[in-house]
């Protein structure tokens, strides 16, 4: 918990940043209007057509420039967040074999060289991250694209405007998925591989993904201007985007990496950004009351502790993993050190979500009751359990993490843990997260504190309760292996009417909360704080946001 004497140090380097960020920092030119974001990334995320860090990359570098198949409603502050048509019109499964869709692709759309999107762009983009031997596979497109939607096997041209898809196993949840494959052009990067100099085909078609990540052209509402990495990003309207209603509102968006929270306050409050995202919390009350504009809104967004399940993991006692997730004060946590900014997690989902279920055991704060468990399971004041956990030290979603892991730290010590913290990039947590508990880059921690998004089936369950997601194919860092999980994964994967899937996969979160299978701790608001100069906002109830709405006074 932060101390009065470490706000005021807090709030005395923010005044200083302030000054010496507004000295260094070259002013805009005023002839267009340009919106800057500082973000929470150490570097610009990936630019190629699949980005990294996490699902801020998809945010800044995915979204903007690049559309996929399908898409998200996030048109609304107060409705949930939807899958939507994208480059695609309409879709259907196969009623005699459910392993088959037919998408209808939309007409008239071009990539921002000037070339059509047709249904060879789209085979093409399949191509990249799942045919070994196709000239534009990418190997490194491949880890944050594929396990993103591990049952898609295939893709196949019907004619011009149709593509069948095909998975390996019915998969209800293949459209929402596919929210995550960006489409890139194929005639760009062509014009890279043919310029390219490489000893063999391989080498000139890793010349062309970089050339092209420095010149990229997708079919988004916003086109790439220039490019320094670790620097920043720029990128302009796209005037002709095919859907009018978003064709952006102001001329450029420049896209600043600022890790550090109050490095990016600072920068906010001396005027070199328009908009920063996740502030220092205790530095609200003088943004509001210098005038600065605040959002907030309750996001499908969890932030836990993902538990090693292997041998040895001092989690796989259940007494001790139930103990860890009452010995949290989760209001304490968001009325002090996160000022409001967080809602307390007790699962994945809260009550009134369809997947919510009705789990037996209640995750709450009792300390009485987590130490009981814990002197069950062998500990106590003078007989503490160490446990490790790796984190960052900022990131996509990871809110504050190192305040918050120093404030679960001190409360889990009442509990008779001992816990330590292996404090990594957040980049490289990213990567780890990918690799599993058993990989070296885990350096023997018990646990990830990776935050995830709980949009989708597959992302806010599947990927870290099925025995078949553990590393390397997605993301059960635990190699969780419960037969109960597995059963139940199955039955709502090739469930297609929607009521009865949402059943099962209630079902699925009820089972996984009673097994406590994370120390599940909030769900972010993602926390934006912007000049009063930005109009137009609207915060969804969503991980991503549409800058194309905004508009700059």
Same mark, same amino acid.
């Given at each position: 918990m932060l101390t009065k004497k470490k706000k005021n140090t807090r709030a005395a380097l923010i005044a200083v940043l302030a000054l010496t960020t507004a000295a260094a920092w070259p002013r805009e030119a005023s002839a267009e209007t340009? #919106? &800057?974001? $500082?973000?929470?990334?150490?570097?610009?995320?990936?630019?190629?057509?699949?980005?990294?860090?996490?699902?801020?990359?998809?945010?800044?570098?995915?979204?903007?420039m690049y559309?996929?198949?399908?898409?998200?409603?996030?048109?609304?502050?107060?409705?949930?967040s939807v899958v939507i048509p994208g480059l695609a019109t309409e879709w259907k499964v196969d009623d005699a074999d459910k392993t088959?869709?037919?998408?209808? #692709? &939309?007409? $008239?759309v071009t990539f921002h060289d000037g070339s059509p999107f047709n249904a060879d762009a789209v085979v093409w983009n399949v191509e990249k991250v799942l045919k070994q031997d196709a000239p534009q596979f990418d190997a490194s497109q491949v880890g944050v694209t594929a396990s993103r939607m591990p049952t898609l096997a295939s893709a196949k041209k019907i004619d011009d405007m149709t593509v069948e898809l095909t998975t390996k196993e019915p998969d209800s949840f293949l459209p929402i998925n596919l929210t995550n494959l960006f489409m890139a052009s194929p005639a760009k990067w062509q014009h890279f591989y043919d310029k390219a100099e490489g000893a063999d085909a391989k080498a000139k078609s890793q010349a062309a993904w970089t050339a092209f990540a420095k010149d990229a052209a997708g079919t988004g509402p916003w086109k790439m201007a220039s490019f320094t990495p670790r620097e920043r990003l720029e990128l302009v309207k796209?005037?002709?985007?095919?859907?009018?209603?978003?064709?952006?509102?102001?001329d450029k968006m420049v896209l600043l990496p600022m890790p550090e929270a109050n490095a990016r306050t600072a920068a906010l409050l001396s005027g070199q950004v328009d908009w920063v995202?996740?502030?220092?919390?205790?530095?609200?009350?003088?943004?509001?009351?210098?005038?600065?504009?605040?959002y907030a809104n309750e996001q499908p967004h969890v932030w836990p502790w993902q538990f090693s399940r292997v041998e040895g993991s001092?989690?796989?006692?259940?007494?001790?993993?139930?103990?860890?997730?009452?010995?949290?004060d989760r209001e304490g946590l968001k009325d002090g050190l996160l000022a409001g900014l967080m809602v307390p997690a007790t699962g994945t989902f809260e009550p009134g979500h369809p997947w919510r279920g009705k789990p037996s055991f209640e995750i709450k704060y009792d300390k009485a009751a987590a130490q009981k468990l814990m002197q069950e399971a062998g500990f106590g004041p003078n007989k503490k359990l160490t446990v490790k956990t790796q984190t960052s030290a900022s990131g996509s979603g990871q809110m504050q993490p190192l305040p918050m892991n120093e404030y679960l730290q001190q409360a889990l010590a009442e509990?008779?843990?001992d816990v330590q913290l292996d404090v990594i990039e957040w980049n490289t947590l990213f990567t780890n997260w990918r690799r599993g508990a058993k990989d070296p880059s885990a350096n023997g921690s018990h646990a990830t504190n990776v935050t995830y998004a709980a949009m989708d089936p597959f992302f806010a369950l599947v990927r870290f309760l099925q025995s078949g997601m553990a590393p390397p194919v997605s993301n059960n860092w635990g190699f969780i292996n419960n037969p109960k999980f597995d059963e139940l994964v199955k039955k709502a994967r090739q469930t297609f009417d929607p009521a009865a899937r949402d059943a099962a996969l209630a079902e699925l979160h009820a089972a996984s909360v009673d097994d406590a299978?994370?120390?599940?701790?909030?769900?972010?608001?993602?926390?934006?704080a912007m000049s009063p100069k930005v109009t137009g906002v609207v915060q969804p109830k969503s991980w991503f946001i549409d800058f194309s709405l905004v508009s700059m006074k």
């Open positions: 340009v #919106l &800057r974001i $500082g973000m929470t990334a150490a570097d610009i995320p990936r630019t190629l057509g699949q980005p990294d860090q996490g699902f801020e990359g998809n945010r800044f570098t995915g979204l903007t559309d996929a198949l399908t898409g998200w409603d996030l048109s609304s502050a107060e409705k949930a088959k869709w037919v998408f209808k #692709l &939309r007409p $008239g796209n005037a002709s985007y095919w859907d009018k209603a978003r064709v952006p509102k102001v995202e996740a502030p220092a919390p205790d530095a609200l009350p003088e943004l509001k009351q210098r005038g600065f504009k605040l001092p989690w796989n006692d259940i007494r001790v993993r139930k103990a860890a997730n009452l010995c949290v509990c008779y843990f299978a994370f120390l599940y701790v909030a769900h972010d608001v993602g926390p934006r």
